[in-house]
């Protein structure tokens, strides 16, 4: 009998191939919801781990907290356990006229700085193709609109995507991170895709991130309450549904 990771209490006989992380644990909890027979693998600090079946196929639904370090240590100790594809299922800020998009990422700028404890800067941050085209078409299928922009990773919330009391202290210029990224036509900002992507492809393994823009810059404007919880769900089926058809196709080419 294998012994359980370390943070997410894991051994691989309690892990799908399919794994989706979503940062906040209480959004698992309501992904869940959409599973059927779902087990409890642990409950553990900010990593909360269910596996359950989506329509026949089997699917691990994990929590990372906010921000990189978290997300890599989920992603390790995932891979531990066997996982062939990863897919992080989260918010975005969006940089452009796009509030409430479905953002799947082509590619992240790697801000952050866990996936550089792991390779150097020049590494591409990209999402699996094929996976990325999946999600497309999922969010087609359920009447959203998405768009496979590049985003930007970063460390700092209250540096580079919400001015502070501190930041204002300080002068350091938030405003102006948003500028010099809308010249690099990036789509939007998160903390973790540019770990998410990056480790995908260290790992070889599939890995493509599903956001949805809640925000715009610096919270100029956001998806009000209610709608934002049923844009969630929906975030939730994409993934799933999309997960179900990427299971077909390889069963269709075995
Ligand atoms: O909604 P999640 O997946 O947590 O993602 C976003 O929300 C958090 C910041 O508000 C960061 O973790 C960011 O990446
Ligand atoms: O403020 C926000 C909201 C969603 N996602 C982020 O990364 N930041």
Redesign the pocket.
Known sequence: MSKPTLYLQSKPEDIAKYVIFSGDPRRVEKIITQLENVTEVSVNREYHTYTGFYQGVRITVTSTGIGGPSAAIAMEEMYECGMEVAVRL????GLKDNLGHFIIPSAAMRWESTSKEYVDASFPAVANHELVEIMNESVAHNNRVSENGIVCSTDG?YTQ??ESRLSKKMGTDVLGTFSGLQKYNIAG???ESGVVLTLGNLMDIKACTV?LA??LDN?KEEIPHEERIEEERILAKIVLDGLVAYDKKEKQND
Do not use: A, Q, R, S
């Open positions: 989260g918010t975005v800020m919330y995507m919400k900002m998160d903390m956001t809640t925000v919270l």
